[in-house]
């Protein structure tokens, strides 16, 4: 989901799977994170890995704004 204001993107948000939480997403949501400023990249994932989707992103420097997580 994308969140413009005008012609700008302000935030991001990516819904992942179980099966799609893992180092080859990241070069995705390097590039959403990218579009948007001040760490308005979100990233959704199953509970249970918020964890490894976390430990990702931070092992890449991608800047986010957010984990969230819905029930697996």
Known sequence: MVVKEGNR??????????STVDKGSAD??????KCVKDASFVLVVPKGKEVVAKEILESRRIPYKEIMTYPF
Request: glycine share 0%; net charge negative.
């Open 9 to 18: 993107f302000i935030l991001i948000f990516e819904v992942e799977t179980a």
């Open 28 to 33: 995705q949501w390097e590039d959403y994170a």
